[in-house]
């Protein structure tokens, strides 16, 4: 039994759940590197311009739509 090789389609199926996997682990690395930059930009508006937490809620606010945006472009730039 040892010596017996996986039917091809078995090996499609595993190597298309890999793809899958390693797709959308990409796009949440991708996600929270974009809105983290923007985080990090607001908190630096906040200790230069003494903002309070203002400066971090609008990178919040401007993070999202950013970071959505941008996950967009790629999932549509893979089809």
Do not use: D
């Given at each position: 039994m040892s010596g017996e090789k996986m039917p091809p389609k078995e090996k499609g199926a595993l190597r298309q759940a890999l793809d899958a996997?390693?797709?959308?682990?990409?796009?949440?690395?991708f996600f929270c590197a974009?809105?983290?930059i923007f985080i990090y930009l607001g908190r630096a508006a906040d200790e230069y311009f003494v903002?309070?937490?203002?400066?971090?809620?609008?990178?919040?606010?401007?993070?999202?739509?950013?970071?959505?945006?941008s996950v967009y472009r790629q999932i549509r730039?893979?089809?």
């Open positions: 996997y390693l797709f959308l682990s990409g796009i949440g690395i974009v809105l983290g903002l309070g937490h203002k400066g971090t809620f609008v990178g919040i606010l401007l993070g999202f739509p950013a970071a959505i945006f730039k893979m089809r």
